[in-house]
């Protein structure tokens, strides 16, 4: 369906759902709305970061809990691997701590929790389409990932684990701690059995920027994974590393954790 949209043409969507009755029903909501097509509508994140390098997406309604790996990697790959601005909008009944924080710091459009209505969805998508026809949402300049994890750190910075007094310290040196290749910085001071050795081994396995398992960090550190799970706790509840889920075909998502870039 054509319509209202940017330069008169229609919102090219892309929906990414595991559930094949959902993908049928959010495609008959999107195509209801002027100004909108369903450009494809798939089951995987591979497919899905298949058609967003072919070009021509506009949009992503975007599930989280998808086989092979969560669409939060997806929207991780979509960031790195488009040459322009495309739009998000995660459709999930995840709305645990961990998933929302991740989809903001991917700088989503929208949320949307199942179940929801298709009031809600036509109201979301015509609210975006208002947004398109002005350019690129604003979500894509206002909030990235440096902001994100400033305002997480803003709110835990009274807890108990901030030293009193601290302040910017030279590059390179002081509460920063130490750095990794990419220039990231872990957390200030270590608890108590933890090393600095060690937490520079485990940063390093995550300088590609890449998500890993915590099994793959030993493999690449050279400590053990019981070992390893220490540190990466360490470095998320420092607002140094994020951690997404890679979901299998079978059993709990796998997390993996992603260096943090500022």
């Known amino acids: 369906m054509t319509g209202e949209g940017q330069g008169s043409r229609a919102i090219r969507t892309l929906i990414v759902d595991d559930d094949p009755v959902a993908r049928r029903l ?9 100004g909108f097509s369903v450009a494809a509508a798939v089951g995987d994140g591979q497919a899905a970061v298949g058609w ?5 997406i506009d949009l992503v309604l975007l ?29 999930s009944s995840l709305r645990d701590r961990i998933t929302v924080r991740q989809a903001l710091s991917g700088q989503v459009a929208g949320y949307l929790v199942k179940p929801f209505t298709r009031a809600a ?18 979500e894509l300049d206002s909030f990235g990932q440096g902001e994100i994890d400033a305002l997480l750190r803003r709110g835990a910075g009274t807890g108990p684990s901030a030293p009193a007094g601290s302040g910017t310290a030279p590059a390179g040196s002081g509460p920063a701690g130490p750095a990794t290749a990419s220039g990231n910085r872990a957390p200030e001071r270590l608890p ?9 081994a485990v940063l390093a396995a995550l300088d590609d920027g890449a998500g890993h398992s915590a ?13 390893v799970r220490r540190y990466l706790d360490h470095l998320h509840r420092n607002g140094a590393v994020d ?11 796998e997390l993996l954790y992603r260096i943090v870039v500022s």
């Not at 967003?52 to 021509?56: K, L």
């Not at 108590?192 to 520079?200: A, D, H, Q, R, Y």
């Not at 951690?243 to 998502?253: E, F, I, K, L, W």
């Open 63 to 91: 599930d989280i809990g998808l086989p092979g790996f969560s669409g939060i990697e997806v929207l991780h790959r979509i960031r790195t691997i488009s040459r322009r601005p495309i739009s998000v909008i995660v459709v």
């Open 215 to 227: 099994a793959e960090v030993a493999r690449a550190s050279g400590a053990s994974r019981a070992t």
């Open 52 to 56: 967003v390098a072919g070009g021509g």
């Open 192 to 200: 108590k059995g933890l090393s600095e050795p060690t937490l520079n």
């Open 26 to 34: 959010h495609s008959r909501y999107v195509e209801g709305v002027a």
């Open 121 to 138: 969805m036509v109201d979301r998508l015509e609210r975006f389409r208002s947004e398109f026809g002005a350019g690129p949402p604003a």
């Open 243 to 253: 951690v997404s889920h890679r979901y299998g075909g079978r059993g709990r998502p």
